[in-house]
């Protein structure tokens, strides 16, 4: 090997290592601040407006602007920080250069953050909400235009072969994401100018909702479940034509709802889940171990337990459709959907693979990783079983036991933090003697 050529590979290496300390440093900050957005606006405000509505027995008793700002910093601010910052990540292990885009990606992280952070302040406090709201959507505009340019700027290393499943259905809820980006501006521009409140209609907020829910974090989810639970969970490899008819029916269901046929789109996503969950082989025996190294041995359970949240989400929003008078059906299927599955699935990959594209590091708790996971299910549970109670007028007492709900949730949330941050807190696995060792050890066995 010539000295030429031996230099040639040191800087090659040194860039490739550069773009790997720059991509885990800016995943790590999206992390970090979608989980502040989570614990905070998100789900204290969450518990915080349900004790209120539990107090006054009515939906009606809270703004409808605090329940918007709540949802939007769930939504934007917690999924959708990981989601940006996973797909900053990803350009390292999908690109065909040697260069990151370090500053559109932090340019990105700052404006993201900011955008979500004032559309809560003008939605909760209602001050300078003319002006708070469409600059909120402005700014998150732009970072969304940042990172979608990064994307499609940056090719796989080998663009001659046919993309995968899983890519086409992430790339194709990227592109979701910017419309629903776009419409949210538009909305909030318009709200600003001819509008005497900072909350949307209400029909027109739960159709945003059902676009950012089904046409962004659902589909992202199938794919990214299509890449990682062959290899972590030892499913069978992913169906992609089922998928991709799925991720469609999906779409067709979401068009349904805006033009308010809601009977149709009950019973597209209906299918739509049980194709996936056919195409992704939940529910069928794993042909491989799962690959339970430094996560609790539930993982498998876990998972496949967010699928069945996802099909009682869709059987209640076909019950909703018939029965529900006064929001409660409707309420427990989108929690169901929301947090059983959304922040189920979040919970239970997050604590797999966060940790490693943050530094290679691995988890600090299996056991907290447990606890979370329990937990948030079995408050998701008790509110999904006690809305329909007490809103539809069905069990009055149902009103005293909905705090509690929200309690064992806001619980699950704080364990789950608690469990990512002290992994950020401990050093990298290599630089761990004691991660070596229980690794050898396993491996020898």
């Known amino acids: 090997m010539s000295a030429a050529t031996h230099t040639s590979e040191q800087k090659e290496n040194s860039m490739r290592i550069a773009m790997e300390q720059h991509s885990q440093s800016l995943v790590t900050a999206f992390i970090a601040s979608g989980m502040l957005f989570m614990l905070l606006p998100g789900t204290f405000l969450g518990v915080w407006n349900l004790i209120g509505i539990s107090q006054q027995r009515t939906l009606s008793s809270l703004s409808p602007a605090w329940l918007q700002a709540h949802g939007q910093a769930q939504i934007f601010g917690w999924i959708g920080s990981f989601i940006l910052g996973i797909g900053f990540y990803s350009l390292t292990k999908m690109q065909s250069t040697l260069s990151f885009p370090v500053r559109a990606g932090w340019t990105s992280w700052g404006l993201w953050t900011l955008g979500v952070a004032l559309r809560w302040i003008g939605g909760v406090t209602g001050w300078q909400w003319r002006v708070l709201l469409p600059l ?13 340019r990064s994307v ?14 899983w890519m ?15 419409v949210y501006f538009v909305a909030l521009t318009h709200l600003a100018l001819y509008s ?46 089922r998928l991709l008819v799925a991720y469609g029916l999906s779409v067709t269901g979401v068009l349904a709802v805006f033009l308010q046929w809601l009977p149709i789109a009950a019973v ?5 889940a049980l194709l996936a969950i056919d195409a992704l082989h939940v529910w069928e025996p794993a042909v491989h171990p799962a690959k339970l190294l430094h996560v609790h041995k539930t993982f498998p359970l876990f998972i496949r337990l967010t699928y069945v949240w996802l099909v009682v989400s869709c059987v209640l929003t076909a019950l909703a459709v018939l029965y529900d008078q006064a929001g409660g059906i409707w309420g427990a299927s989108r929690h169901a959907l929301t947090v059983g599955f959304v922040a189920g699935m979040v919970f239970v990959i997050g604590q797999r693979i966060l940790p490693a594209f943050c530094g290679m590091r691995v988890l600090w708790s299996t056991r907290l990783m447990f606890w979370s ?14 809305e329909p109670l007490a809103y539809e007028g069905y069990w ?21 933090a608690l469990n990512i941050v002290g992994t950020l807190l401990h050093p990298p696995a ?16």
Request: aromatic share 12%; net charge positive; charged share 10%.
């Open 430 to 445: 290599h630089l761990r003697p004691e991660i070596h060792s229980i690794a050898s050890t396993r491996g020898a066995a």
């Open 152 to 165: 499609r700027r940056h090719r796989p290393v080998n663009p001659a072969h046919r993309m995968e499943t």
């Open 373 to 386: 996971l329990l937990l948030l299910h079995v408050g998701c549970a008790l509110r999904v079983t006690l």
């Open 396 to 416: 009055g007492f149902a009103w005293k036991l909905l705090p509690y709900s929200a309690v064992v949730e806001l619980t699950a949330v704080v364990l789950f």
């Open 168 to 182: 086409v259905v992430v790339m194709a809820a990227t592109i979701a994401f910017l419309v629903a980006v776009i």
């Open 136 to 148: 909120s959507g402005v700014l998150e505009l732009a970072a969304f235009l940042l990172f979608y």
């Open 196 to 241: 005497g409140s900072p909350a949307l209609p209400h029909v027109f907020d739960q159709q945003l909702v059902v676009l950012a829910v089904w046409g962004v974090l659902v589909p992202t989810i199938w794919g990214f479940n299509a890449r990682w639970l062959p290899v972590f969970a030892g499913f069978k490899k992913p169906h992609g034509v």
């Open 268 to 272: 597209v996503f209906l299918f739509a």
